[in-house]
Nanobody
Framework: QVQLVESGGGLVQAGDSLRLSCAAS????????MGWFRQAPWKEREFVAAITRFGKTTGYADSVKGRFTISRDNAKNTVYLQMNSLKPEDTAVYYC??????????????????WGQGTQVTVSP
């Protein structure tokens, strides 16, 4: 139904900022709730941020509150993750995901139907 492609990752220093983008195919993007997850080597996939279908409500992991901002532009079929004040512990592969489930426990990866391939974010100390 939808294909997701992340971009914007890279190697930065602690304190720097990055903006990740997730481009979605198709013309039904606004029907999906969207989330960002991350996974570091030898770690479980971790919830980062989520946003409702029209961007009215957002949710964040405690570890990124005040530093990261999720947003979406449905006209461009794109969701963003603005990451400020990056820390070495933010280093991970970042994945965007789309969910069509009405209940939507958004912190759980199993709630999402579609996933991108991920983009690497590395933060040096």
């Amino acid at each position: 139904q939808v294909q997701l492609v992340e971009s914007g990752g890279g190697l930065v220093q602690a304190g720097d900022s990055l903006r990740l983008s997730c481009a979605a195919s198709g013309r039904t993007f606004s029907s999906y709730r969207m989330g960002w997850f991350r996974q570091a080597p030898w770690k479980e996939r971790e919830f980062v941020a989520a946003i409702t279908r029209f961007g009215k409500t957002t949710g964040y992991a405690d570890s990124v509150k005040g530093r990261f901002t999720i947003s979406r532009d449905n006209a461009k079929n794109t969701v963003y993750l603005q990451m400020n004040s990056l820390k070495p512990e933010d280093t991970a592969v970042y994945y965007c995901a789309a969910s069509s489930r009405a209940g939507w426990d958004y912190v759980k990866a199993g709630e999402y139907n579609y996933w991108g391939q991920g983009t690497q974010v590395t933060v040096s100390p």
